[in-house]
Nanobody, 128 residues
């Protein structure tokens, strides 16, 4: 059974950093797309960043240059380093995993509806 564990919610002031980890387990395939998505109440879930466990990252335009996704050497934890946070980054953030059977990981950034595995979500609030 695939599980994706995220930390509890956090609040930060504008301009501040935050780096929530995600610990996936139960994934048996060698290559996977691991990503972070976000959702504001009343709006569709959108991709923020994805990483191909074989190498390569893809970012959504609103976070490019401010967010960085990475995995540890053991590939047991995925991090989303968020810098220069803005109030509009306030959202519920979800860790996700998918096996890229017919598309590259950038496809899954754009198509969260194609993702099979989700974490429970962690609230990120950016406010002064």
């Amino acid at each position: 059974q695939v599980q994706l564990v995220e930390p509890g919610g956090a609040s930060v002031q504008p301009g501040g950093p935050l780096s929530p980890p995600c610990a996936p387990s139960g994934i048996t395939t060698r290559r996977n797309c691991l990503g972070w998505y976000r959702q504001v109440a009343g709006k569709d879930r959108e991709g923020a960043a994805v990483i191909d466990t074989d190498g390569g990252t893809t970012y959504a335009d609103p976070v490019t240059g401010r967010f960085a996704i990475s995995q540890d050497n053991a590939k047991t934890t995925v991090y989303l380093q968020m810098d220069s946070l803005k109030p509009e980054d306030t959202a519920m953030y979800f860790c996700a995993a998918e096996v890229p059977t017919y598309a590259d990981c950038g496809y899954y950034l754009r198509r969260p509806d194609r993702i099979d595995y989700w974490g429970q979500g962690t609230q990120v609030t950016v406010s002064s």
